[in-house]
């Protein structure tokens, strides 16, 4: 056979197959506990902050199911395209963006990219000024939810736009 015989293989991405398995129902208690874990992790946080917390750290996991929910959660509850689009460069976009904004987007970052090195005092201090201390115990929480769905839905490959 020569080559111009067969087409040359392609070597196959994330996107082109479905989820490699559905943890929902393969591990149902753990699911519903994420479940309640993240309910209890927004409580009484503005709901504009968790879906910019929950976007900015699924960027950064590169959890293309977590982006496309997120984005999409936040259209339905007002949020603009512009921030959404500037989101991934919210320090370059300071004027579409409040300053508690900015600290928690900081933090998200920090507490999201736990290789860089510990989450630096001065992001801690920073978002500290922006919150009360339960609020930022919240803001923490949220931050950790979404990493632990970034890394269910990464891990698990579940595919956007799909339940």
């Not at 959660?73 to 409040?98: H, M, P, Q």
């Not at 931050?143 to 970034?150: E, K, P, Y």
Request: hydrophobic letters at 45%; proline letters at 4%.
């Amino acid at each position: 056979m020569t080559t111009t015989d067969k087409t040359p293989e392609t070597p196959q991405s994330a996107h082109d197959h479905g989820p490699r398995m559905r943890l929902a129902n393969l591990a149902p208690e753990f699911y519903k506990a994420m479940v309640g874990l993240d309910a209890a992790a927004s409580k009484g946080l503005d709901p504009t902050l968790v879906d910019l917390i929950k976007i900015r750290a699924s960027q950064i996991n590169h959890c293309a199911f977590c982006v496309h929910m997120h984005t999409r959660d936040a259209r339905k509850v007002g949020e603009t395209e512009e921030r959404i689009n500037l989101l991934s460069a919210w320090e370059e976009a300071s004027g579409f963006f409040t300053e508690k904004e900015r600290a928690a987007l900081a933090l998200t970052e920090a507490v999201t990219v736990l290789t860089d090195g510990f989450v630096p005092d001065e992001v801690y201090q920073r978002a500290a000024a922006h919150f009360e201390e339960a609020e930022l115990a919240q803001v923490i929480a949220a931050i950790i939810a979404i990493n632990a769905w970034n890394r269910i839905g990464v891990s698990t490959r579940m595919v956007p736009g799909k339940a």
